[in-house]
């Protein structure tokens, strides 16, 4: 392939032949004097032949998307020639002055492998893509874990004058050890009230104040380096939008650099996940796919999309306890019941490596044991003008009317409603969130025995449920899907699951089924056996109350293509 004088794109001289966007290339390099290989149409016959010749080359670094799986990003590695050496050089200059043009491209990230995430992969993961960085010109500070909790030391012990001197930090594993450096992150930095809570929901704190607590005798929240990460369903899947004004960074305590500050949410510092884990949700979730090469192309070419977080608030570990609160994010998902026994379960097979989940989860779906609990969630506006004299029989379980199939907005690459009313770092209060006067909030509440408690901030799809837990959820609108479900026979419990395990199921379509689209929910247990499942790390609490903070942090993805 050549270029000529006369163009400044990057263009085959054939049309047979592949052209470049220019936004997908990440790198040039020159490589000297050497063979380059050419097609040539011939006159006589019209049909193509390749010959060799020697000249000058340079070689450009993009990608291409697959023919067959949108989502998915390939190398895609183009050699060009010249005879005039200058020409060449010339080519590379101007080619490396653009990148360094382009808005948006890290120039340096931090990186935490976990060594044993998945199937014990995460440095052989790291060694795959590490020389996309290398081409991109990406400096990486890469830090191997070596024990419990390394991750989450290193990011809330981290000055603010090192973090901004980085564009990203990137976890080289699964859900659980995201979820470790996030809490890192947001634990010595993110000052934020509490969840708003019904009237009669007591705890030892006014749920005006502002919180900024990491309990550090706390061991039972760690993601164990030695551990895989959680999966929190047998067929191994994975509140109120405040203001992001009030999000602000401790004085005196997080801000511990008084020249340089790190503000949340921060539009320049993304968070980028490598997959290396046994479930990898948020990353099927955002990228489409669950490819290492295709994450770290999404991260070298700057891709942007921005993500709810979880506040996670516990109250009492027991029912008798008297605990400081403490305060914990998610990213995907927050489960009890089914979920939290499944992670407990798993622990005593460890040796077994991932297929512990599978087996620890039919074990504990033929306990089939129910928990007595008292759920209550927020009611949204929009809720409550959705329901139609038609959802009479469905409100009677308090299962709200779900839209058709063919009417659910799944969250995709440019998602209007991700979009709609607000950008990522908007610092309004979107119109569909509920009134801050306690007055005015309407909590919709549910008592009884329920077999799990979930509430999803994404969608939760992964490879053994391709839709997630709820079809239609976003990664950026400011809700929860809160759905609860009660006390039923065996056999109704395994058709919601097998719902879950199929494309186009519809697991929340069952009469012991309430599904909430909501912002902020509290939780009470009526016995002190009370696990939870937070981003697959497990989460002891009795009493609890949680919000979602809409856009709080960005990904380096872009979202799943159709």
């Not at 163009?7 to 470049?20: A, F, G, N």
């Not at 937070?534 to 609490?541: I, N, T, V, Y």
């Amino acid at each position: 392939m050549r270029i000529t004088r006369d163009r400044e794109i990057l263009k085959p001289s054939h049309e047979d032949e592949t052209e470049i966007k220019f936004s997908d290339v990440y790198a040039v390099e020159f490589i000297n004097w050497g063979l380059i290989h050419e097609s040539v149409l011939s006159n006589a016959g019209g049909c193509l032949i390749r010959h060799e010749s020697e000249m000058y080359r340079f070689t450009v670094h993009g990608v291409q998307r697959s023919k067959t799986r949108p989502s998915l990003l390939v190398l895609a590695v183009y050699t060009f020639g010249h005879k005039d050496l200058q020409m060449c050089h010339m080519w590379v200059n101007r080619i490396n002055a653009l990148l360094k043009m382009e808005t948006g491209r890290p120039k340096s990230l931090l990186v935490f492998v976990h060594p044993l995430s998945g199937k014990g992969s995460g440095c052989r993961t790291w060694q795959t893509v590490a020389p996309i960085f290398s081409h991109a010109k990406v400096k990486t500070k890469v830090i191997v874990t070596q024990r419990a909790g390394h991750a989450f030391d290193v990011m809330a012990s981290i000055s603010n004058e090192e973090l901004n001197s980085h564009d990203g930090v990137i976890a080289v594993g699964g859900d659980g050890f995201f979820n470790e450096i996030l809490n890192g992150l947001l634990s010595s930095r993110l000052k934020a009230p509490y969840p708003p809570a019904p009237a009669d929901f007591v705890h030892s704190v006014g749920s005006n104040d502002s919180v900024l607590v990491h309990d550090p005798n706390e061991t039972d929240v760690e993601t164990s380096c030695e551990n895989e990460d959680h999966s929190p369903l047998l067929s191994s899947p994975r509140s109120n939008p405040i203001e992001l004004s009030n999000l602000r960074t401790e004085e005196g305590s997080c801000d511990r650099d008084q020249d340089s500050k790190f503000s949340l949410p921060n539009e320049r510092f993304r968070f980028g996940i490598i997959p290396a884990g046994s479930t990898d949700a948020i990353v099927i979730c955002s990228t489409g796919t669950r490819d290492p090469v295709t994450s770290a192309l999404h991260i070298v070419l700057g891709k942007r999309v921005c993500l709810d977080i979880a506040q996670v608030v516990r109250w009492k570990t027991t029912s008798t306890s008297k605990d400081v609160p403490c305060v914990r994010y998610a990213a995907s998902f927050v489960g009890y019941g089914f979920y939290g026994d499944v992670i407990t379960e798993s622990e005593k097979y460890r040796w077994m490596g991932p297929k512990r989940y599978d087996y620890a989860g039919t074990k504990v779906f033929l306990r089939h044991r129910s928990y007595e609990a008292e759920v209550a969630c927020l009611e949204v506006k929009s809720e409550k003008t959705s329901a139609s004299s038609e959802t009479v029989a469905s409100k009677r379980y308090g299962l709200w009317l779900l839209p058709k199939k063919s009417e659910r907005v799944v969250c995709r690459v440019n998602c209007s409603t991700c979009n709609t009313n607000r950008s990522c770092v908007s610092t309004s209060v979107p119109p569909e969130a509920p009134s801050s006067d306690p007055e005015e909030q309407r909590w919709l509440k549910s008592k009884g025995s329920f077999l799990s408690v979930g509430a999803a901030i994404i969608s939760c799809r992964n490879e053994r449920a391709p839709d997630g837990l709820v079809a239609d959820a976003h990664l950026s609108d400011g809700f929860l899907h809160l759905i609860l479900i009660k006390n039923c026979p065996h056999a109704s419990y395994l058709w919601h699951l097998t719902q879950l395990a199929r494309r186009g199921g519809n697991p929340l379509n069952f009469e012991f089924v309430e599904h909430y689209k909501t912002t902020a929910f509290t939780f009470t247990s009526s016995s002190d056996d009370s696990v939870w499942n937070l981003d697959g790390e497990p989460f002891q609490a009795h009493k609890l109350s949680a919000q979602v903070f809409r856009g709080l942090v960005n990904l380096f993805a872009s979202g799943p293509e159709v």
